[in-house]
């Protein structure tokens, strides 16, 4: 099972991002997908999740309003949609897929991890 993420770079504090993560090796379509992210010296915190159906998702309170996550099943891929980007959501952002359907914000709940890929807000 692989996970790659895209979609990160460097971008205007109130710019766009949309990063992606597509599964490879087995279809996901019935369970939780993630977004996690980490900033240098922190720890990792949650971002976002979707459920297997697509229908409930949940979002961290620092992203909520600015993030709308979607996913594809047909494509095995989910999509997390930023904008008014600010300085503080500078980190990696890595995608991870839960053993659950219904959406977690609990890291220990997913199974697989994606590498990652680098978001930069710059002020």
């Known amino acids: 099972v692989q996970l790659q993420a895209s979609g990160g770079g460097l971008v205007q504090a109130g710019g766009s991002l949309r990063l992606s993560c597509a599964a490879s090796?087995?279809?996901?379509?019935?369970?939780?997908k993630g977004w996690f992210r980490q900033a240098p010296g922190k720890e990792r915190e949650f971002v976002a999740a979707?459920?297997?159906?697509?229908?409930?998702?949940l979002y961290a309170d620092s992203v909520k309003g600015r993030c709308t996550l979607s996913r594809d099943n047909a494509k095995n891929t989910v999509y997390l949609q930023m904008s008014s980007l600010k300085p503080e959501d500078t980190a990696v952002y890595s995608c991870?897929?839960?053993?659950?359907?219904?959406?977690?914000?609990?890291?220990?709940?997913?199974?697989?991890w994606g590498q990652g890929t680098q978001v930069t807000v710059s002020s």
């Open positions: 991870a897929i839960a053993r659950y359907t219904l959406a977690t914000a609990r890291a220990r709940d997913y199974d697989y």
């Open positions: 090796g087995r279809t996901f379509s019935s369970v939780s």
């Open positions: 979707i459920s297997g159906s697509g229908g409930g998702t």
